[in-house]
């Protein structure tokens, strides 16, 4: 669904699903700019949350944010690299090799490096193409793995896990190391949200947890807005879902972007089929 009166005079729209793109309606909240924060200052980073809460979305934003600040910015998600055995390591580490070295527009041959030293561990190969692609010399780098869950019950993972830890860890001996951060971004299963599971298998880094909009602390005016477009009262209409959403970020702006198509009066019924009163 595309808005009229975007500022600028650009179009926007109400997207429900997947990463926000740049002519989107998105909503910073609080954790975008701490996110930012760490990772421009070489921390590393982790995003915990629910499914649908927008972290995706968020990382998409946070890697802008950050490449017109002069970062390098590499994302790679792992739910997408195959490998269900360990016959299938060498595959899963190619795959992923390759997709960073893709978006830092950098010539990698991935057959070819592999072969190079085909005796190495996985550890030692992780920490071989960090040294010789991810670390620069001049610039800051950052790398986002996203959907990280889907590596947790691979049994060759642990390796590279261990890898990115260790030079985490070697920043205290050498400075190149800092220019290198990672940001891992984990869905929780709705059992883990309720035991309130937030480990990751690093072990290191700072942990934010991804919540609901709070509309006392985040932005929500551009949900507003876009309603105003209809010819709605958007601040009306936007809490009035959120009275029923509780803020859930995808519930909010599928019943935003619907409620865009029906007149006023039938807001309400919306919102009471959609998701109870």
């Given at each position: 669904?595309?808005?009229?009166?975007?500022?600028?005079?650009?179009?926007?729209?109400?997207?429900?699903?997947?990463?926000?793109?740049?002519?989107?309606?998105?909503?910073?909240?609080?954790?975008?700019?701490?996110?930012?924060?760490?990772?421009?200052?070489?921390?590393?980073?982790?995003?915990?949350?629910?499914?649908?809460?927008?972290?995706?979305s968020l990382?998409?934003?946070?890697?802008?944010?950050?490449?017109?600040?002069?970062?390098?910015?590499?994302?790679?998600?792992?739910?997408?690299?195959?490998?269900?055995?360990?016959?299938?390591?060498?595959?899963?580490?190619?795959?992923?090799?390759?997709?960073l070295a893709?978006?830092?527009?950098?010539?990698?041959?991935?057959?070819?490096?592999?072969?190079?030293?085909?005796?190495?561990?996985?550890?030692?190969?992780?920490?071989?193409?960090?040294?010789?692609?991810?670390?620069?010399?001049?610039?800051?780098?950052?790398?986002?793995?996203?959907?990280?869950?889907?590596?947790?019950?691979?049994?060759?993972?642990?390796?590279?896990?261990?890898?990115?830890?260790?030079?985490?860890?070697?920043?205290?001996?050498?400075?190149?190391?800092?220019?290198?951060?990672?940001?891992?971004?984990?869905?929780?299963?709705?059992?883990?949200?309720?035991?309130?599971?937030?480990?990751?298998?690093?072990?290191?880094?700072?942990?934010?947890?991804?919540?609901?909009?709070?509309?006392?602390r985040d932005?929500?005016?551009?949900?507003?807005?876009?309603?105003?477009?209809?010819?709605?009262?958007?601040?009306?209409?936007?809490?009035?879902?959120?009275?029923?959403?509780?803020?859930?970020?995808?519930?909010?702006?599928?019943?935003?972007?619907?409620?865009?198509?029906?007149?006023?009066?039938?807001?309400?019924?919306?919102?009471?089929?959609?998701?109870?009163?």
């Amino acid at each position: 669904m595309v808005m009229q009166g975007a500022p600028g005079g650009r179009l926007k729209r109400l997207q429900a699903g997947g990463a926000v793109t740049p002519n989107g309606v998105y909503v910073e909240r609080q954790e975008d700019g701490v996110i930012c924060d760490l990772l421009r200052s070489g921390e590393y980073c982790n995003i915990v949350a629910a499914h649908q809460m927008g972290k995706t979305s968020l990382m998409a934003n946070v890697a802008r944010r950050l490449m017109r600040d002069g970062v390098r910015i590499a994302a790679a998600d792992l739910s997408g690299l195959g490998g269900e055995n360990t016959n299938q390591a060498e595959s899963w580490y190619k795959n992923l090799f390759r997709r960073l070295a893709q978006d830092l527009r950098l010539t990698f041959d991935e057959h070819a490096w592999w072969s190079e030293s085909p005796d190495d561990l996985l550890a030692r190969r992780t920490q071989r193409f960090c040294d010789q692609f991810l670390v620069s010399e001049t610039a800051q780098t950052v790398v986002f793995l996203d959907e990280v869950e889907a590596s947790f019950d691979l049994p060759f993972t642990d390796e590279f896990f261990a890898a990115i830890r260790s030079l985490y860890e070697s920043r205290s001996t050498d400075p190149k190391y800092g220019r290198l951060a990672f940001c891992l971004i984990r869905g929780l299963s709705p059992t883990e949200e309720i035991e309130g599971d937030l480990t990751m298998p690093y072990g290191v880094g700072r942990t934010v947890q991804l919540g609901a909009f709070d509309s006392g602390r985040d932005d929500l005016d551009p949900i507003a807005q876009a309603l105003d477009c209809f010819g709605l009262d958007g601040q009306a209409v936007l809490l009035k879902i959120l009275s029923q959403t509780g803020g859930h970020p995808f519930q909010t702006v599928v019943l935003a972007s619907r409620a865009g198509e029906l007149q006023s009066d039938a807001i309400e019924a919306l919102v009471e089929a959609e998701i109870g009163s």
